[in-house]
């Protein structure tokens, strides 16, 4: 499957969190923390967990930018 | 300021293309390419051209993950 | 690859408009028009056209919900 | 009320799951599910329940497409 | 209709810039601006201009905060 | 820090609901009410609690817009 979201960053699950709707998942890419809130349904249908290769996505609309 | 948002990475800016309405900002966070769709009226209030040190911003709930 | 995002649907292209920072690419799922804006760069680097077999996606978190 | 956002699905609830903040909401769309994940307030206000007529609404910005 | 929306503002247009895919909506809401990104499509469906009288939606997910 | 999101508006934090992964936020923004649905890591990490000065940011290309 090819995606149009233009920024895809491999990593590794460092962690999950489950809630009741919502889960956070922290990713490892290349030695930065990403965080995600996903549903807890797809944490499951996943099957995530700590160790595992995953793909963190986002699409360029979705990224704001800052500068000092 | 201190941001909610989980995400916040340190690059420097690539390049931009700018339209009427929005701009694509590309930016270099550690060796790999990430992009931004802002408004081109925020390309002009933040200055944003090539070489410019930028924070790259995402909300945790626009993250999502994807699996092989 | 497989998606957290819960929302994946089937569908045809009908349309794509081109903008130079942003696209509009109309989907057609089972009758149904879905429209997608994405970046011009995302629609070349698919190469999305008419008639073009694609899969709507779409985060639980971006979605809303109405009634009368 | 008329609203800018292109999508607008006309389905039926056919399931609420209700966490602290957040809240999963499946809806039946001829015949596909959609997931809307919306804050618990909103079910509450809105009244959301299983069998209920709902209007899925998503901003063209937050679609994302894929081809295989 | 009644939206799921959380954050439903009242407000006038106080300009409008075309775009070839996006258009730029400025609200003024109670004397501060409010800058709405959306499709030229919708722009040109809802027949927004100058002087118009708009609600403002923003899901709750996508509501960042800062503080000092 | 000087972002690029096209909204900020200045208010006040008037509660706060946490849950296990998210939280809301509720905010008055000059006798309007702003709710925000962010991680509960981020209410803590901010120390966000009744009283306190915020920033409401919103990213221009998550504003629908809708008229009677």
Do not use: F, Y
Not at 25 to 47: K, N, Y
Not at 54 to 67: R, S
């Amino acid at each position: 499957m090819k995606l149009s979201a233009r920024n895809q960053l491999k990593g590794t699950v460092k962690g999950v969190k489950s809630g009741t709707v919502m889960a956070e998942v922290v990713v490892d890419v290349g030695g930065q923390e990403i965080v995600s809130a996903i549903t807890q349904g797809s944490v499951e249908r996943l099957g995530l967990a700590e160790g595992q290769e995953v793909t963190v996505i986002v699409k360029a609309t979705e990224v704001l930018l800052a500068i000092e």
